[in-house]
């Protein structure tokens, strides 16, 4: 039969206002958390990163926050435009050395109301 | 400096035909992912590969799914008699090297089993 799919989280800013986009992340031993941007009908896009022994990492408009005590990570995005529109995916990278996989999150839907 | 390219863009199959996905990474990188996603949902991983070799394909089901990156040519991913429930988006990503987090990802091929 066919698979239903989740639905992802939305969050809708007013354009101008920050935005935080939350993750919860599972493997203790990551080394590295990815943030994506994937606009519709297209593929996922960098956005910033930060080292797990990092707490803060500042971008363009964007700033990534890691709390490993409890597992979280946030995107804030400063002053919210309508081309911020997008699904935003956290990643992880697990453990360190030589080859480690990425594993996405499940995402959530920014919306940006002009 | 093209980015990473997949193609088809598109692609409709019947329940038992072939599909061929293929993907030329950016100009420069030898490592390549695959990755699927359904609607509505995150990014599976299935399979990393570097030229000639398969490094970690745990995420690939066991049966009907194979992918190569020869020497000289692009990445394929093969699924033999499609189903409808490998109806997804498959994306390819590329980087330089295994201990880069930030992978380029092509803009996906758009598989639709009828």
């Known amino acids: 039969g066919e698979s239903v799919g989740l639905h992802l989280p939305t969050l809708s800013v007013q354009e101008g206002d920050n935005s935080i986009i939350n993750c919860a992340y599972s493997?203790?031993?990551?080394?590295?958390f990815i943030w994506y941007k994937q606009e519709s009908g297209k593929g996922p896009q960098f956005i910033i990163d930060i080292r797990s022994n990092m707490d803060k990492r500042q971008g363009q408009r964007v700033t990534v926050l890691l709390n490993k005590t409890v597992k979280h990570l946030s995107l804030q995005i400063a002053a919210t435009q309508p081309g911020d529109s997008a699904v935003y995916f956290c990643a992880e990278r697990g453990g360190s050395g030589g080859y480690q996989k990425v594993t996405f999150g499940t995402g959530t839907k920014l919306q940006v109301i002009p | 400096n093209a980015g990473v390219m997949q193609n088809p863009r598109h692609l409709v199959r019947r329940r038992g035909q072939e599909a061929r996905l293929r993907c030329s990474p950016m100009k420069g990188h030898s490592h390549v992912y695959w990755y699927r996603q359904l609607p509505e949902e995150g990014l599976k991983f299935m399979v990393y590969l570097q030229k000639e070799n398969i490094i970690d394909e745990s995420g690939m089901p066991k049966e009907r799914f194979s992918a190569e990156f020869p020497k000289e040519g692009p990445s394929i991913l093969r699924i033999q008699q499609v189903v409808r429930g490998d109806s997804a988006a498959y994306f390819c990503?590329?980087?330089?090297?295994?201990?880069?987090?930030?992978?380029?990802f092509g803009s996906g091929t758009r598989l639709t089993v009828v």
């Open positions: 493997n203790s031993a990551s080394d590295y």
């Open positions: 990503a590329s980087s330089p090297s295994s201990i880069i987090s930030g992978y380029t």
